[in-house]
């Protein structure tokens, strides 16, 4: 398939508006490394070349995949790049029988992206004898989690599709990133008043300077011992995300130093998708909001507060404020220029630093796929997310499920935060969770 004869033919434009999300997510690269990463464990071997048609596709089915941003001070937009066939944006590793499988995975979710000048998406395939190891990078620029997980299921569609039919060229969806008008649709305005930020909260211990060497610490919960761990919260009328926000929040606690117990709080963000009448947006990109949660931590055992914060987030599960306020941030991002954005979150940046307060985040991606996904013959095995690395004093908790085995992640700089204190609190929040059988 020849792409760029696929683009002229459907008229592609060369350049698309950034939304307000999209400049949002701009700023949000002073804050964090803007990698949201997936790992697909096959169970088998793909063809190299077909996933290579497959990525360009996806170009079509999906513009934004096939641009770059471009930082107009005032007006920035997607301008579309044709150097993405030289661009290594697909590699293969080959791994012998002595090589390490997971050192291989670590230094590839470690290793950096040039924001600016990458392609939105790369993926390397780590080829062991037998099986293939899928690496994937997506550029948070572009889209959130929800947006990623839309991705790899678009990205299997089109390389199964391409198996039965080698010319097969997919439709193309130039206007969906339309938020203005899928808000519209929704009945919500675009563009009220700004609400004032929230406060920053405590955070763990960090040495300040700049970040290098990226980490990531990754729990995994295997599916037999998570279905019945999920089945009992369940059976109690709990949550999943209660029972996660619950255990960090109390992971936290015993992590910070001379942090009153009250002053706890954590970012939760949320999927605005789900307020869409199908569930899901009509492009990729990102839609997310947050609910500020903010609990004691002194008094009461874990069921305790497990109990506490179903009660808070089931006062926020249909709070349609968390959309307005999504709306009306994406909408204050568009109407000022963007050099006058990049200095506001430049300066929040610096007062987060001489502050030493973020916010800890909780992100649960949700479910990777509700069904076993499958590239043609050769299917997902197991697959988890690995969420940005926050620049501290941010920290993100990233959390994703599939085939019923869910998978914790904090990403990371080892220059600024203390490894044994990332793997204390992670193995303190999975303790919590296991401990909860009752």
Known sequence: MNVSEANQNMAIPQRLPANGSDRFNYMVSYLSDCQLQMVLEMDGQVNQQRLLQAMEASTIAEPIIGCRFIKDPVRPNWERRSDLASSGWCSLQLLSESDSVEKAIQEWLSSPIDIDADAMVKIRILRTSTKDIICIKLN????????????????????????????????????????????????????????????????????????????????????????????????????????????????????MKNVPAEQVKVMVTVNVRKFLPTGKADAIYNLSGVVHASMNQAAGTFADKVKEVAEFMKSQRDNKEILHDAVNTFAFVENFEFQQTLKIIQDVRKQIVADGNSTPILSNFGMIGTSQIAFDDVKVAGAYIVSPAYYAPGLMLGVSTYQDCITLNISFFESNTDIGLIEKLLDTMVEEIKSYRE
């Open 140 to 255: 948070h620029l572009c889209s959130d989690g929800a947006g990623l997980i839309e991705y790899v299921h678009l990205l299997a569609s089109l390389y199964s599709e391409l198996a039965k039919n080698p010319r097969y060229v997919p439709e193309s969806n130039p206007e969906g990133r339309d938020q203005s008008r899928l808000f519209k649709e929704m009945g919500i305005p675009n563009g009220g008043m700004q609400q004032a930020p929230e406060p920053q909260g405590p955070t763990l211990p960090f040495t300040p300077g700049e970040p290098a060497k990226r980490r990531q610490a990754i729990r995994r919960i295997p599916r037999e011992e998570w279905l019945e761990l999920a089945q009992g919260f369940k059976q109690k009328g709990f949550t999943v995300n209660d029972v996660l926000l619950a255990g960090y929040m109390r992971a936290l606690y015993q992590q």
